[in-house]
């Protein structure tokens, strides 16, 4: 069975966003059982954990001894695994892959960029200079995203892990309306949350705090 890494605790704006979210939710959708890992601050600097993550984060998973880090790999590795996540055609795993950077590579940065003002200097000076910048640079790439998505359900023609990223990516900014604010990326993004498998995935980890916090 895959074990999976997972934080004890985290800040409250944290809880919902924290990345072994995007595993849970592939092994939910491919039906894949799996356990918890659940590490705190002095268990990520360990030497057994950072074998299975270089650099102390989470998630990772250990699949039977074989071990992997970083979260948008391992959604892959699953995805591959099956075709409920990836188009059988080679040409449509490759699309999809190339929107899984996308969502990884492209949108990911400044969403988390204007994030990261927003929660933890939104009062310094050089952070109010800042943050007009950056709040252009997401809407520039989510209304790229946005005219992309205009006619279609999904990113390709069916649900697919470059969805499932691109979601977790879009939940990010919730200081704001950076993404409520363009219909399209929110319908999309409600979509893709109204799965069953994503809700599963929530629960279980914010399941997993409250378990820590009981």
Same mark, same amino acid.
């Given at each position: 069975?895959?074990?999976? &890494?997972?934080?004890? /605790?985290?800040?409250?704006?944290?809880?919902?966003?924290?990345?072994?979210?995007?595993?849970?939710?592939?092994?939910?959708?491919? =039906?894949?059982?799996?356990?918890?890992?659940?590490?705190?601050?002095?268990?990520?600097?360990?030497?057994?954990?950072?074998?299975?993550?270089?650099? =102390?984060?989470?998630?990772?998973?250990?699949?039977?001894?074989?071990?992997?880090?970083?979260?948008?790999?391992?959604?892959?590795?699953?995805?591959?695994?099956?075709?409920?996540?990836?188009? /059988?055609?080679?040409? =449509?795993?490759?699309?999809?892959?190339?929107?899984?950077?996308?969502?990884?590579?492209?949108?990911?940065?400044?969403?988390?960029?204007?994030?990261?003002?927003?929660?933890?200097?939104?009062?310094?000076?050089?952070?109010?200079?800042?943050?007009?910048?950056?709040?252009?640079?997401?809407?520039?790439?989510?209304? /790229?995203?946005?005219?992309?998505?205009?006619?279609?359900?999904?990113?390709?023609?069916?649900?697919?892990?470059?969805?499932?990223?691109?979601?977790?990516?879009?939940?990010?900014?919730?200081?704001?309306?950076?993404?409520? &604010?363009?219909?399209?990326?929110?319908?999309?993004?409600?979509?893709?949350?109204?799965?069953?498998?994503?809700?599963?995935?929530?629960?279980?980890?914010? =399941?997993?705090?409250?378990?820590?916090?009981?």
């Amino acid at each position: 069975m895959i074990t999976l &890494s997972a934080f004890r /605790s985290v800040p409250p704006f944290a809880k919902g966003l924290v990345r072994d979210l995007r595993v849970r939710w592939a092994l939910e959708e491919t =039906g894949q059982p799996y356990q918890t890992l659940r590490i705190g601050q002095d268990d990520k600097d360990t030497p057994a954990y950072r074998a299975m993550q270089p650099f =102390g984060q989470v998630p990772a998973i250990d699949d039977d001894g074989f071990t992997m880090f970083e979260s948008a790999a391992i959604v892959m590795r699953i995805a591959e695994q099956s075709d409920v996540l990836a188009p /059988s055609d080679a040409a =449509g795993r490759s699309r999809m892959i190339a929107w899984m950077f996308a969502a990884m590579n492209t949108i990911e940065p400044p969403i988390q960029n204007l994030t990261t003002i927003d929660l933890f200097d939104p009062n310094e000076d050089w952070a109010k200079q800042r943050r007009p910048q950056a709040l252009a640079m997401a809407q520039m790439r989510l209304q /790229s995203l946005a005219a992309w998505l205009n006619d279609r359900d999904y990113l390709e023609d069916r649900f697919t892990a470059a969805d499932l990223l691109m979601t977790t990516v879009l939940r990010i900014p919730r200081q704001c309306d950076l993404v409520a &604010s363009i219909p399209v990326l929110e319908a999309y993004r409600l979509r893709c949350e109204a799965r069953p498998a994503f809700k599963r995935a929530l629960d279980a980890q914010m =399941g997993d705090f409250e378990d820590m916090a009981a």
